[in-house]
């Protein structure tokens, strides 16, 4: 069973940076093949993309957050990573990884959690003004 398990959330001030990242276990499937992706929701809204990278590291991200969040992965060590810079108090939320054996013909289906089968149990961040 493929297992994810992220780590890095926690709280910071408006302006700052927090690192997550997404350690993938068990699968049966070449990690690196895998198309990954990072989400979020935050209480009472929907869950929504953040940004998606395939197995040759094209990225999608969210509008939201373009030129702040960079998405990369380490196929050696089978970890997603999401850099968040110049963070905002509209970024909290709780923030999951997903995984899914095939990628979506579509950038911005990087975004659509529909297409990822494999999640994580999600980790916080909270962004104070």
């Known amino acids: 069973q493929v297992q994810l398990v992220e780590s890095g959330g926690g709280s910071v001030q408006a302006g700052g940076s927090l690192r997550l990242s997404c350690v993938v276990s068990?699968?049966?499937?070449?990690?690196?093949?895998?198309?990954m992706g990072w989400f979020r929701q935050a209480p009472e809204k929907e869950r929504e993309g953040v940004a998606g990278?395939?197995?040759?590291?094209?990225?999608s991200y969210a509008d939201s957050v373009k030129g702040r969040f960079t998405i990369s992965r380490d196929n050696a060590k089978n970890t997603l990573y999401l850099q968040m810079n110049s963070l905002k108090p509209e970024d909290s939320a709780m923030y999951y990884c997903?995984?899914?054996?095939?990628?979506?013909?579509?950038?911005?289906?990087?975004?659509?959690?529909?297409?990822?089968?494999?999640w994580g149990q999600g980790t916080q961040v909270t962004v104070s003004s």
């Open positions: 997903a995984a899914d054996t095939r990628t979506p013909g579509y950038y911005s289906d990087y975004l659509d959690h529909k297409n990822f089968y494999y």
């Open positions: 068990g699968y049966t499937y070449t990690y690196s093949r895998y198309c």
């Open positions: 990278i395939d197995s040759v590291g094209s990225a």
